[in-house]
């Protein structure tokens, strides 16, 4: 595929290195890196479950390790891996995409990184400093209660969920004025990329959720440090106020997680379909709708504390209502297809398999939105398929049909399709076959977060199909990583717009310039470099 | 200038340019809007510690009663309140008198908060005794603590604006005014909680 | 009465059908998409160039609503079912969770870690927690409910057969929650009858070698053994513990060797259980375990 030259190239602007960058690519693409590295530690912790739970009475690892091991995988999978990444190709692409120089405050985007990273870090510096948190990725007081959890782990995952979380919240702030004041001429907010939208609603959902995650986190501070006594049943508090705060800012925090992936392939289908997106007011509607769903649903992660009929049946049905927007994405998607002309490339592919995962994960979240059902397979292993039906299935295949899709535009070089194949199916098989089984153990009764379970369960064999699992989806996690490296290295030269694509960052080159384009852009529709390679098939504006 | 040699901002789109120009509405400005849009999120921080504080309101009225002094907190807000006025003053003439009147009378709020934390403290009322104490010295010490980032943004600005006038944007004084509304406009809510509420 | 249990299968069994045709249904679509227009298999040619239809897009907002509508419904009829629905319990138990062992009590007589219930009648189990959050779950016999110190919660339970009913604590509350098991022993309302008032009674004392031994050390601290002058309550009431089936709240099957090795050292199955090892003599441990194991 031969570039358009819409802009002549400029020489590149003087590097300052990784740690003083202020460029909104190189912090995007520090961001990205911190979620892969982070990605891989948290498989391994994963990949540690597994082996402990392949056999009943499994003596390898002690029952502490693992709940450090699930705590610590749940956290980093979510804050660490997950949130940088899709924070990470925000980053990245939101400027390119409404033709801006940068982000609205570069010094401040590199502060939220950094602030990102060493929450991270000091949460795994608990490992050396006496003990990693052991509670849970949502930590349930009075267990992490200084009564209960003498140790120093709770106190390092407060300190570091909430540099962490710092660091996100100043991102979003970036992100938001970004979008609403950096768009180029013509860039009207009913023009912008789906991806640009999607992240958008994502950022106003951290800054709506996170700051009830911090609150949380200093009253558990001052429980355990100053003596305290917010979720301390015994002088007064009560335990579920943190479940209140703690999902009021969890579930926001799932759609966090999923609306910039849905972003992600809401672009990589139109152009590996040769359509326009179909229904886009629909689709970024719907987004709105589920963020403003989104805070309105925390409940349905305590139908088994005792709120009540009445309560639980209203978040029962604010939580099966957010199905409602979802499905109209999904529909969108499929409707985009139809009448196409579909490239089966890599990115495509894990489009594709995105939509497919997460119908089953969301389908399984609507049957937990009804009451009585949840009361039987709450905490088992039912939600543990669940999650990551929509956070692997969904998240981690739209992470990677992005990576897949936008390498290009970062390196310069193409992802090899070969063995991007080869990792979409080993992942695909890998994935079904670890958390298809976890359905059936969580609706005959193994409860999660159990070390071990008794032989006599008969869980036993199911739980061996799910480890060899997860040990095909380390297999296709090295194939990608194999192919990171050989790419990177010898990747085949991408060229500008190595997708035929639809959007400005494609009408830029690869790598992008620092200033990202030598002139302002101005965009006169919603697929601005179409336009401009097919002047006779503009889209009416 | 940033080290990557390219200014932020510098290119932006020409009607961008030319609204940054006239500046100083929130909607247009990016520091304004970004200061805007923190202070809605530290709502919703400063919301969930007010809702947690009034959760146990009942459980801690008694000891609220005996031993929180209403009429001296009042006085001491009135100095906060007040300076509400003096800041807007001071964005309005980028004047730096009314910037050191600012100061002045947030820290004189703080000294009344600090002394008021000292008589409880001496009567063994601290944040572990009680529900009372754990959220009272949870909400008005956040409360506390965002006064003080607030007279160091306020000091920051006052040392700018001392060294070179010139180089400082108008816009600065809103933004940091925009920030000390917000601290203030969360005492109106605190004190009618927690020493207000006392009194019903 | 419905076992609740069966109430909310049967829902679930609905919930699942309407599931599984969304799944194909959606499934289908999207594989069909992808196969009928692959650009392999297509002529030469443009795709084509249709991208909105409001008439669609309220269908498809609208039909799933009206499902979920329709699944909403069926829940809250469910609901009211499984929260008791006008019947009077025939049995009231008290149930607190311990990190990491079940207290029953019913009534005045109090029982760790294997719980018997008549057949056939709806029982009332009134939940709280000692410590930490637990949740109570015997997948047979119902739904779930936490445990939360200072509240007491409520759940029904209703056995049709008779029979051992396996469950486990499903709230994360510490290194042991994985051996925090529960056995439901379902019998007859007679046999129920027979065990409850066994259990009413106090232990046989016959002032022997392994009574002496467990008076005289910390054992009395953390356990009761009603007749005896053991009255703690740190740890699970044992004046019946022979007639339990496992030791640990399941972690070991009971009898006299699997005692002996208990008490010698819990740590080595549980580890992290709050039962200290109790430094004793291998008589001494002889002794003490054929007496637990006699207290039936
Ligand atoms: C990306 C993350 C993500 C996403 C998108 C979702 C999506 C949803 N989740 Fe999930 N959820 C998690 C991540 C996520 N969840 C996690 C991490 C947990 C566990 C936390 C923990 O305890 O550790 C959890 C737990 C969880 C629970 C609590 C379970 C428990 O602990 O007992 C519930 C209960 O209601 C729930 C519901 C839902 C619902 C209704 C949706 C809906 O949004 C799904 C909507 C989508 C669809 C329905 C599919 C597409 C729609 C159609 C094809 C239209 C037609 C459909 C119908 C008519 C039904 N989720
Ligand atoms: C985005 C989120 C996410 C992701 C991607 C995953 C991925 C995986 N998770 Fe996890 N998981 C959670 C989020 C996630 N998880 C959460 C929130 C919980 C709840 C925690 C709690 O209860 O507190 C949980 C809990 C959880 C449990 C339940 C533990 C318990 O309750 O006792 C299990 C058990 O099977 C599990 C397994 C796995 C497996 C096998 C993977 C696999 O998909 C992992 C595959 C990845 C690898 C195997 C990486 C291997 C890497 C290499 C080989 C190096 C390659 C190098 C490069 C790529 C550079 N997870
Ligand atoms: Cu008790 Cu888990
Ligand atoms: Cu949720």
């Known amino acids: 595929m031969t570039a358009i030259p819409l802009w002549v190239r400029r020489p590149a602007g003087e590097r300052v290195g990784w740690l003083r960058t202020v460029d909104h690519k190189e912090i995007g693409v520090l961001y990205i890196g911190m979620g892969v590295a982070f990605f891989a530690v948290g498989g391994l912790e994963a990949l540690l479950l597994r082996a402990q739970l392949a056999t009943p009475e499994s003596r390898l690892v002690d029952p502490l390790t693992y709940d450090q091991a699930f705590t610590v995988h749940g956290v980093t999978m979510i804050l660490l891996a997950i949130v940088p990444l899709l924070v990470g190709f925000a980053n990245y692409l939101v400027p390119l995409m409404i033709g801006a120089p940068d982000v609205a405050y570069p010094r401040l985007n590199a502060l939220s990184f950094w602030l990102s990273l060493v929450g991270g870090i000091i949460l795994y510096f608990s490992f050396l400093a006496g003990g990693a948190p052991d509670t849970g990725w949502f930590s349930y007081a009075p267990l992490a209660e200084r009564s209960f959890a003498p140790g120093p782990g709770v106190d390092y995952y407060i300190l570091g969920l909430a540099v962490n979380g710092a660091g996100t919240i100043i991102g979003a702030i970036n992100l938001t004025v970004t979008i609403l004041l950096m768009r180029c001429p013509g860039m009207a907010i009913s023009r912008v990329p789906l991806f640009v939208w999607m992240t958008l609603v994502t950022t106003i959902l951290i800054l709506g959720a996170y700051p009830a995650l911090t609150a949380a986190l200093v009253m558990l501070f001052v429980d355990r440090q100053l003596g305290g006594h917010f979720f301390d049943p015994a002088g007064g508090g009560q335990a579920v106020l943190w479940q209140h705060l703690f999902w009021f800012f969890g579930h926001p925090e799932v759609y966090i997680m999923v609306l910039p992936a849905m972003g992600m392939i809401s672009e990589i289908i139109p152009v590996f379909s040769g359509k326009p997106i179909f229904g886009y007011r629909f689709v970024a509607g719907s987004s709105v709708a589920i963020a403003f769903l989104s805070f309105g649903v925390w409940a349905h992660h305590m139908f088994a504390v005792g709120l009540g009929e009445m309560e639980n049946a209203i978040f029962s049905a604010t939580s099966m209502l957010i199905a409602v927007p979802t499905g109209v994405k999904i529909f969108n998607w499929i409707a985009t297809m139809v009448g196409g002309r579909i490239r089966l490339t890599t990115p495509m592919l894990f489009a594709i398999g995105f939509i497919a995962m997460f119908v089953i994960g969301g389908l399984s979240g609507v049957s937990l939105a009804v009451v009585p059902i949840d009361l039987a397979v709450t905490d088992s292993y039912y939600v543990v398929a669940h999650l990551h039906y929509v956070l692997f299935g969904g998240t981690m295949l739209g992470v990677f049909a992005g990576g897949y899709y936008w390498f290009p535009k970062m390196t310069g070089r193409l992802l090899d399709e070969g063995l991007g194949k080869l990792h979409f199916w080993a992942t695909f098989a890998g994935f079904n076959l670890t958390f298809l089984p976890q359905h059936w153990l969580g609706a005959v009764g193994m409860p999660r977060r159990v070390f071990t379970y008794a032989a006599s369960t008969g869980w036993g064999p199911l739980n061996l199909v799910s480890t060899i699992g997860a040990a095909i989806l380390a297999v296709a996690m090295v194939i990608f990583a194999v192919n990171l490296v050989r790419s990177l290295r010898s990747g085949e030269v991408a060229g500008d717009d190595p997708w035929d694509a639809f959007t400005l960052e494609w009408a830029t080159s690869s790598p992008p310039p620092p200033e990202n384009f030598p002139v302002t852009p101005a965009v006169s529709g919603r697929r601005p470099l179409w336009d401009r390679k097919h002047p006779e098939l503009r889209d009416p504006s | 200038m940033s080290e990557t040699g390219f200014i932020p901002g510098e290119r932006i789109p020409p009607a961008l340019s030319v609204s940054l120009a006239r500046s100083a509405k929130i909607g247009q400005d990016r520091t304004l809007l970004g200061v805007a849009v923190f202070i809605a999120s530290e709502s919703v921080f400063f919301l969930a510690i007010v809702l947690a504080y009034l959760a146990y309101r009942d459980a801690g009225l008694v000891t609220a009663k005996a031993n929180l002094d209403v009429p001296r907190t009042a006085i001491f807000s009135v100095a906060l309140f007040s300076s509400s006025a003096t800041t807007a003053l001071a964005a309005r003439r980028a004047s730096r008198g009314w910037l050191v009147a600012t100061i002045a009378l947030g820290t004189v709020f703080l000294v009344g908060q600090g002394s008021e934390y000292a008589r409880l403290l001496a009567s063994g009322i601290g944040p572990g005794r009680e529900l009372f104490g754990t959220t009272f010295f949870t909400l008005t010490g956040l409360h506390g603590l965002h006064v003080l980032v607030g007279l160091v943004a306020l000091f920051a600005l006052l040392a700018a604006h001392i060294r070179r006038p010139s180089a400082l944007r108008p816009v600065a004084f809103e933004a940091v005014g925009l920030y000390w509304h917000f601290v203030d406009a969360v005492w109106v809510v605190v004190f009618s909680v927690v020493y207000l509420g006392t009194l019903l | ?296």
Not at chain 3, 148 to 162: C, E, K, Q, S, V
């Open chain 3, 1 to 296: 009465m419905r076992p609740p249990a069966e109430a909310i299968s049967a829902l679930a069994l609905v919930v699942g059908a309407i599931a599984l045709l969304i799944f194909i249904g959606v499934e289908g679509a999207l594989i069909y998409a992808v196969l009928r227009y692959r650009s392999s298999r297509l002529p030469a040619g443009r795709p084509a160039r249709f991208e909105r239809n409001t008439r669609l897009e309220i269908a498809w907002t609208a039909l799933p609503a009206i499902v979920l509508a329709v699944v909403f419904v069926l829940m809250l009829g469910t609901m009211a079912e499984i929260g008791g629905g006008g019947v009077e319990p025939g049995l009231r138990v008290r149930v607190a969770g311990h990190q990491w062992w079940w207290e029953f009590s019913y009534g005045p007589v109090t029982t760790a870690n294997e719980m018997h219930i008549p057949i056939g009648t709806a029982v009332d189990l009134d939940l709280t927690s000692a410590d930490v959050i637990h949740s109570f779950w015997v997948p047979e016999l119902g739904g779930k409910s936490d445990m939360l110190p200072g509240t007491t919660n409520h759940l029904r339970l209703f056995a049709r057969r008779a029979g051992i009913y396996e469950g486990q604590c499903s709230e994360f509350c510490g290194v042991e929650h994985a051996w925090m098991r529960i056995r439901v022993v379902a019998e007859s309302q007679a046999d129920f009858d027979r065990w409850l008032a066994a259990q009413g009674r106090p232990a046989a004392t016959r002032g022997g070698d392994g009574e002496r031994i467990f008076l005289a050390n910390i054992c009395v601290n953390c356990h009761t053994i009603r007749g005896t002058a053991a009255a703690g309550a740190a740890g699970p009431d044992l004046t019946h513990v022979g007639a339990r089936a496992t030791l640990g709240a399941g972690v070991l099957p009971s009898d006299v060797a699997r005692m002996r090795a208990w008490i010698a050292d819990p740590q080595q199955y549980k580890p992290g259980a709050l039962m200290p090892r109790v430094p004793l003599s291998d008589p001494e441990l002889d002794a003490l375990a054929a007496y637990l194991v006699s207290l039936k």
